[in-house]
Structures are given as structure tokens and as C-alpha cells.
């Protein structure tokens, strides 16, 4: 099976730059869909096809890919912010999750 | 605005059947794919498998061997069965209509708000 690896926590300060990774085997050739969780409510499509935002979503949230990294890009920070973060790929037979992300805004 | 909604009881005994319903509004099934998701508290998210509107399955090896799934498109509805349930499968259930292709292109962009299923005598 394909195995996603990320970072299980994150921190930043507040108007600044965030970076969460999400680890695997050539993950530069694969589509990397990113979510966003907030406590008690279900997953957000933030990022998906690596790089794309859906409408609605900030333009400071930025995605890219490459290698073995697939990386979630939040500049500016704000309270709203936080929450977890899942990226997720299709593994050609079977969808994967990574493992979340929580990301604080300090 | 397509709208998902899981049913079903909030809490299984230990060995019994899970049975849950996706009721889809705003929107077909026809030509969708049909995805079960859980979340245990306080943990990741788990791809359960999909359905195709068709009723062509896809199950996560990991679970193929208690899941069941099936779909009714005059009802626009979509159930999930999981057998033999265990303290380890209490989650948040979630449903999710989304395209689909073998390169992963389509992400899932229409999720239902999800449903606690506990699981105790």
C-alpha cells in the first residue's frame, strides 16, 4: 500500500507563512488533493491537483509538488486558520489519506 | 448546491451490522462515484471504498472483507453495510459524491456533514 506522511503538528505566528508536507514514494507524479478539518465539521477541499484552490478558498492558500513532497503553503495566517490538514492521493487501486496535520496559529 | 446526508443509528452493539444511508439532494448520483469515509475520535480520515451509480464497488483491503455497499438511483441514495463491528470501528462516517479516473484527478469536493456511530453494549 501507498503511505502518506505528515507532519503532526505545525505551528505559526499570526500574518506569517505556514508550510505543511505531505511525504511519499514520487509523489510528483501522483494528483495531491488537500483538506481542511475544524473541529466538529467535515473536510474542506482547500487544494486539489496540487496547485489549484476551489473557488471560495484565499488565495493565500498555495499548493505545489514535487519529488517525494507535496506541500500546502498558507501565507499570512489568521485565527481562521487553524485547523487539520489531510492531503490525499489515488494510489491507482485505492485512495490514501496522510495521517493529518493540526496547525496552530500562535 | 448538492446536498449529502448520512442516516442511521448512532450506536451498534458489539458483532451486529452497521447499516447506513447517503440521501442526495440538488443533484443525481447518475454518473457519480459514491464514497464512504470514517474518522475515529480524534484520529485520520479512512477511505472506506466507493460505488459506482453503475453498482461497481471498490473496497479498501483493509475492510473488503465486512463492507457491503450499494446504491438506489430512483431514491438518489446510497447505503453502506459493515458487519462484525467492534470497538475499533466507532467513528464519524461520512459520505462523499465525487468523479473519479484511475490517476486520481477528481477530488472530493461534495461531502456530507457526517454521522457518530458508537459502538458498545
Known amino acids: 500500500s501507498y503511505d502518506l506522511t505528515q507532519p503532526l503538528s505545525v505551528s505559526v505566528a499570526l500574518g506569517q507563512t505556514a508550510t505543511i508536507t505531505c511525504d511519499g514514494n514520487?509523489?510528483?507524479?501522483?494528483?495531491v488533493h488537500w483538506y481542511q478539518q475544524k473541529p466538529g465539521q467535515a473536510p474542506v477541499l482547500v487544494i486539489y491537483?496540487?496547485?489549484n484552490r476551489p473557488s471560495g478558498i484565499p488565495e493565500r492558500f498555495s499548493g505545489s509538488n514535487s519529488g517525494n513532497t507535496a506541500t500546502v503553503t498558507i501565507s499570512r495566517a489568521q485565527g481562521g486558520d487553524e485547523a487539520d490538514y489531510y492531503c490525499?492521493?489515488?494510489?491507482?487501486?485505492?485512495?490514501?489519506f496522510g495521517g493529518g496535520t493540526k496547525l496552530t496559529v500562535l | 448546491q448538492v446536498q449529502l446526508q448520512e442516516s442511521g443509528p448512532g450506536l451498534v452493539k458489539p458483532s451486529e451490522t452497521l447499516s447506513l444511508t447517503c440521501t442526495v439532494s440538488?443533484?443525481?448520483?447518475?454518473?457519480?462515484?459514491l464514497t464512504w469515509i470514517r474518522q475515529p475520535p480524534g484520529k485520520g480520515l479512512e477511505w472506506i471504498g466507493y460505488?459506482?451509480?453503475?453498482?461497481?464497488?471498490n473496497y479498501n483491503p483493509s475492510l473488503k472483507s465486512r463492507v457491503t455497499m450499494s446504491v438506489d438511483t430512483p431514491k438518489n441514495q446510497f447505503s453502506l453495510r459493515l458487519n462484525s463491528m467492534t470497538a475499533a470501528d466507532t467513528a464519524v462516517y461520512y459520505c462523499?459524491?465525487?468523479?473519479?479516473?484511475?490517476?486520481?484527478?477528481?477530488?472530493?469536493?461534495?461531502w456530507g456533514q457526517g454521522t457518530l456511530v458508537s459502538v458498545s453494549s
Open positions: 514520487n509523489i510528483g507524479n501522483k494528483n
Open positions: 462523499v459524491r465525487h468523479d473519479h479516473d484511475n490517476g486520481g484527478y477528481y477530488p472530493f469536493d461534495n
Open positions: 491537483r496540487d496547485t
Open positions: 460505488i459506482y451509480y453503475s453498482g461497481r464497488t
Open positions: 490525499q492521493v489515488w494510489d491507482g487501486s485505492t485512495w490514501v
Open positions: 440538488g443533484g443525481s448520483i447518475r454518473n457519480y462515484y
